[in-house]
């Protein structure tokens, strides 16, 4: 509280800019009434009903990794591919416990397709909205990760292909050297690709795949063009002498994030969340360990599959046309 | 004749006032909605306010980073956050919804509040969104949030936020849409299309986000568009009173007096209601601080205030910060 208005005023003054402070003792809108309280999530009804029931939480270890949505009356489940490798286990909204079997992955779209291992063959299905037609400042729900809640919110930004990222090494480069010819590191990232590969500050790359790097540029354009997870071949010298290192390489926003001032608010996001051919972007206020899960619209039909949690205001969902584009073959092949 | 007139377009406004409140009330309108039909009205009341509050907000590019803000005047003058534009006189780009760059230069604003002002400097008809009348915002109103969260991005377009007021008073408003760096400066509308606020900062918890309110501005419009930003670095070296007010529907009301102070020499007492400052009524503590952030220490004012329905009126030397 602001009390002592010019004494105090400079101490206040910390609590104030790092956005501790909450309105004390004043009058607040009861949770219940909030955007995401429980009110709000009623006036859903029916919407809220169905992506309950048609939402399933994946797990490994005990631990949720994702969720999912149930596309087929046989237990057959859409979700994120990156983030469910592993995924053993599917738990309905009733509590039941279903073995998981994994069907297909489709790396370019990020989804994949996994099958509850049971002789129910009528789960709740999702209903598809294929018209496409939300349109900027929708409602959009989805079920939190609990399955007794849903979050709400709207459509936030425009729809747009989301160009990818390619793989990176973690480090800072500099074109400095004289004895050397080649490219000097100035600063390699904690915990990144390169520091876990054992590159060191100073030292001169000279060659990445057998070829022959001289600048920045050239360098980063070999790495750039490869993805995340793939394997570079690193020649440098180091002291004067020659050394060879194999870097497997990682994800641009997860390894510069530490710098990321916005990111670092957000909380986890998704590792991948980049090279999508078409997104709906939304603000829903879901944790990374929802995406997978359906987005449904106002009606109660699903509008798309939540791919990317990005910061603290965005989501990325694959509208239904591009994920039904996607698993059409697979589903043909369904009874 | 007139009188009867007068009463009966009173009593007309009455009725009609009553009216309003019973059936044509809608659902943002401080109701938590109940089914389809009242989700509905708030989503196509939001999609018809979207296309015009959009054209008046600007992305604010200074050398410590991105903002926000949003034009509301024809010539130009922009309402942001006072820690977006940092100093007075800064020469600063701003975006305009299209993307083009328009130089503007950076006016005042307080530190206290967070509320800044700047003014395009290029000459033009500029749109402009309307503000809110002072206390017009309540608990519970719906609104949203539009800005540049981590800063202009044309493919992308401008991030609507959907929340409602969640807590208020003279210098802050809390809302429940979601905020993000960048988004700082921009302006929050309610279902009327008005600007209630200016975003401010962030809490750990992402559905409470701290607005300036429109009221700062209503109140200190004069002292942020023609008078350096105030810092809490500045009033060190300002005058001081010592007097913690509060806000009360009666007037500022004195909760304690600092000892030594210029306010206990002549006087001042705990209960107190503060009135005026050299002829100016006291709106806001903020108010307040910022007059007496104009003066020196030693500079004499003088202050009208009430005690027990008595009012009473003091000159009084101001003192050094302790």
């Known amino acids: 509280m602001k009390d002592i208005l010019s004494v105090i005023l400079i101490l206040n003054s910390l609590s104030f800019l790092h956005g501790e402070n909450d309105l004390n003792g004043s009058v607040v809108l009861s949770a219940d009434n909030r955007l995401n309280g429980k009110s709000t999530q009623n006036a859903f009804g029916r919407a809220r009903d169905i992506s309950l029931k048609s939402t399933v939480r994946l797990v490994r270890n005990e631990k949720l990794i994702a969720l999912g949505g149930i596309i087929h009356p046989a237990g057959y489940i859409l979700t994120k591919a990156s983030t469910c490798v592993g995924a053993r286990n599917a738990e309905t909204f009733d509590g039941k416990k279903y073995p998981l079997k994994i069907k297909k992955r489709f790396e370019e779209s990020d989804l994949a397709i996994y099958q509850l291992i049971s002789e129910n063959k009528s789960f709740p299905v999702i209903n598809w909205e294929s018209e496409n037609n939300a349109t900027e400042g929708s409602w959009v729900i989805a079920a939190h990760p609990s399955l007794n809640e849903i979050r709400v919110g709207v459509k936030s930004g425009n729809s747009r292909k989301i160009e990818r990222e390619g793989g990176v090494m973690g480090v800072l480069l500099i074109n400095d050297n004289t004895e050397v010819s080649g490219v000097r590191i100035s600063e390699v990232v904690p915990q990144a690709a390169a520091y876990r590969a054992g590159l060191l500050q100073d030292d001169i790359i000279t060659h990445v795949d057998e070829r022959r790097v001289k600048t920045q540029d050239s360098l980063i354009k070999i790495v750039g063009g490869k993805d995340p997870g793939d394997v570079v071949r690193i020649k440098l010298v180091r002291k004067k002498e020659i050394k060879n290192f194999v870097v497997t390489l990682g994800h641009r926003s997860v390894t510069f994030d530490l710098f990321n001032r916005n990111l670092q608010m957000s909380g986890p996001v998704s590792k991948r969340k980049d090279s999508f051919s078409l997104i709906l972007q939304h603000d829903l206020p879901l944790p990374r360990e929802a995406m997978g899960g359906p987005l449904f619209n106002l009606y109660g039909q699903c509008i798309g599959v939540n791919i990317a949690r990005v910061d603290r205001v965005t989501m990325y969902a694959l509208p239904t046309n591009e994920s039904l584009k996607t698993i059409q073959s697979f589903l043909k092949q369904l009874p | 004749m007139n009188k009867l007139l007068n009463q009966i377009i009173l009593f007309f406004s009455i009725t009609g006032y009553c009216f309003c409140d019973v059936s044509i009330s809608s659902p943002w309108e401080s109701i938590t909605p109940l ?32 903002g926000s803000g949003v034009i509301v005047s024809e010539d130009g003058l922009v309402l942001t956050a006072a820690h977006v534009i940092g100093k007075t006189g800064q020469k600063m780009n701003v975006r305009l919804l299209n993307g083009k760059k328009v130089s503007a230069i950076s006016l005042g604003g307080s530190e206290i509040s967070d509320a800044g002002m700047l003014k395009i400097t290029k000459k033009g008809k500029w749109p402009f969104s309307p503000i809110a009348k002072r206390d017009f915002s309540k608990i519970g109103d719906w609104c949203f949030a539009i800005g540049h969260p981590g800063g202009f991005n044309k493919k992308r377009g401008v991030v609507v936020r959907l929340g409602r007021i969640i807590g208020k008073n003279e210098d802050t408003l809390q809302s429940d849409s979601r905020l993000l760096g960048g988004d700082s400066g921009g302006p929050l509308f309610d279902f009327n299309g008005n600007i209630i606020a200016i975003h401010s900062r962030v809490s750990k918890q992402p559905d409470q986000n701290f607005h300036v309110p429109i009221e700062c501005f209503h109140i200190n419009w004069e002292f942020y568009k023609d ?32 000892e030594k102070s210029a306010a206990e020499k002549y006087g001042l007492q705990k209960g107190d209601f503060l009135i005026s400052l050299d002829g100016e009524k006291l709106d806001s503590r903020e108010e307040l601080t910022i007059l007496i952030s104009l003066k020196k220490p030693d500079e004499l004012i003088s202050l009208e205030y009430r005690r027990d329905e008595t009012e009473l009126s003091v000159q009084l030397a101001l003192g050094a910060r302790p």
Do not use: H, W, Y
């Open chain 2, 227 to 258: 008078q350096e930003i105030l810092t809490f670095e500045k009033l060190k070296t300002q005058g001081f009173l010592g007097v913690a007010c509060e806000k009360t529907d009666l007037g500022l009301k004195v909760n304690s007096v600092v």
């Open chain 2, 35 to 66: 089914n389809q039909k009242d989700l509905l009205d708030i989503q196509s009341r939001l999609q018809e306010l979207l296309p015009n509050a959009k054209k008046a907000l600007v992305s604010i590019e200074t050398n410590d980073g991105v």
